[in-house]
């Protein structure tokens, strides 16, 4: 069974960098696609950036390219830097992978997601 | 980017009663191949996301037969042919079709 854990400091000052990691179990990470996705507090979802088992990456543009995202395949993990942090950026991060559902058409889509870590962002 | 506007953005339903929610693009979603890349998600109170539908009217894993999801181009339902009460929560539809992937703005269904 696929599990995803994220993990990191629920709270960072504005300006700083938020880091988080996500722990893949049951499932290696060379093999799939993973994601981040985030939630202000009672808004909707925002795609953030993907990552696939060669390293290529895809990022959301409105970040305006504060984002990275990274994997660890000695500690099966991926993670998400984003700097320059602001209120705005306080949010349910959740990550989560990007499963191949379709060779034919070629098609993922989120099928495992971890239980989301509140990051807020503030002095 | 790709706007997602879905309707209505809360839903009041009886249990064994059909529900449908609408989602609707600003731009096509369906290729020349006929294949439409839209996704619906559930979340429910205090969880995940958790996938439904992938390809616009495949059910994922485990998902039950009640939830079918329709439609090409820029018109798309999610239809759940008999509500359940552990079917409340937010449903979302995300487009797949070109990056950024976004979502729409969410629809609360809840038990009347």
């Known amino acids: 069974q696929v599990q995803l854990q994220e993990s990191g400091p629920g709270l960072v000052t504005p300006s700083e960098t938020l880091s988080l990691t996500c722990t893949v179990s049951g499932a290696s990470i060379t093999g799939e696609y993973w994601s981040w996705i985030r939630q202000p507090p009672g808004k909707g979802l925002e795609w953030l950036a993907y990552?696939?088992?060669?390293?290529?990456?895809s990022y959301n543009p409105s970040l305006n390219n504060r984002v990275t995202i990274s994997l660890d395949t000695s500690k099966n993990q991926f993670s998400l830097k984003l700097t320059s942090v602001t209120a705005a950026d306080t949010a349910v991060f959740y990550c989560?992978?990007?499963?191949?559902?379709?060779?034919?058409?070629?098609?993922?889509?989120?099928?495992?997601w971890g239980q989301g870590t509140l990051v807020t962002v503030s002095s | 980017d790709i706007v997602m506007t879905q309707s209505p953005l809360s839903l009041p339903v009886t249990p064994g009663e059909p529900a449908s929610i609408s989602c609707r693009s600003s731009?096509?979603?369906?290729?020349?191949?006929?294949?439409?890349?839209l996704d619906w998600y559930l979340q429910k109170p205090g969880q995940s996301p958790q996938l439904l539908i992938y390809l616009g009217s495949n059910r994922a894993s485990g998902v039950p037969d009640r939830f079918s999801g329709s439609g090409s181009g820029t018109d798309f339902t999610l239809k759940i042919s008999r509500v359940e009460a552990e079917d409340v929560g937010v449903y979302y539809c995300m487009q797949m079709q070109q990056s950024p992937r976004t979502f729409g703005q969410g629809t609360k269904v809840e038990i009347k």
């Open positions: 989560a992978r990007l499963r191949l559902m379709s060779s034919n058409p070629t098609y993922h889509a989120f099928d495992i």
């Open positions: 731009q096509s979603l369906t290729r020349s191949s006929g294949y439409t890349y």
């Open positions: 990552i696939n088992y060669s390293g290529t990456t």
